[in-house]
T-cell receptor
């Protein structure tokens, strides 16, 4: 079945540091890939997505590229801010009206 | 748009009692609602998929008699944890897929059974 593996946290960075959160997936066919973010006390929010190979999703300075050859969708940001502190989830969706499959989440803490 | 309102956001209940969690789609019709639970430091695990007007489909290992799901209308889906036990303590979250907009999530319910 489909699955997502993402790096375990927590990740602690200083403000303006470079962020990478690794995500790899296993899926049949051609899944869509997502990054969701959960800020403290809030629900999940879509951060970015990519629906086909080589697509790059981007939002709020975050980027992730759908790499089919390495089955990866790593999340990057060049300069993190304290306000980026949250839990980040990598997820995939197969074809049709199917639910999302999530990774375990990575907690990011950015300190000033 | 495409907001799912989930209530309550947190609840503490005694062992043996039942707890109902509601998810309402405020500005769209949710034909399908997905219910997840999340244990500390774990991923969101799909529990069941509910379709309006029909029985929910449960994932393997999820007790359908314990986690009752009702999706009686296009704007309301409920999850009732029956005869709750401490091991049911978890974070429960609902999600609906909105045509053209992707997935939207409720804000989650943290259940603590004492």
């Amino acid at each position: 079945g489909n699955s997502v593996t993402q790096m375990e946290g927590p990740v602690t960075l200083s403000e303006e540091a470079f962020l990478t959160i690794n995500c790899t997936y296993t899926a049949t066919g051609y899944p869509s890939l997502f990054w969701y973010v959960q800020y403290p006390g809030e629900g999940l929010q879509l951060l970015l997505k990519a629906t086909k190979a080589d697509d790059k999703g981007s939002n709020k300075g975050f980027e992730a590229t759908y790499r089919k050859e390495t089955t990866s969708f790593h999340l990057e940001k060049g300069s993190v801010q304290v306000s980026d502190s949250a839990v980040y989830f990598c997820a995939l969706r197969g074809s049709g009206n199917t639910p999302l499959v999530f990774g375990k989440g990575t907690r990011l803490s950015v300190i000033a | 748009g495409a907001v799912v309102s989930q209530h309550p956001s947190w609840v503490i209940c005694k062992s043996g009692t039942s707890v109902k969690i509601e998810c309402r789609s405020l500005d769209f019709q949710a034909t399908t609602m997905f219910w997840y639970r999340q244990f500390p430091k774990q991923s969101l695990m799909l529990m069941a998929t509910s379709n309006e007007g029909s029985k929910a489909t449960y994932e393997q290992g999820v007790e359908k008699d314990k986690f009752l799901i009702n999706h009686a209308s296009l704007t309301l889906s409920t999850l009732t944890v029956t005869s709750a036990h401490p091991e049911d303590s978890s974070f429960y979250i609902c999600s609906a897929r909105v045509t053209g907009l992707g997935y939207t999530f409720g804000s989650g319910t943290r259940l603590t059974v004492v």
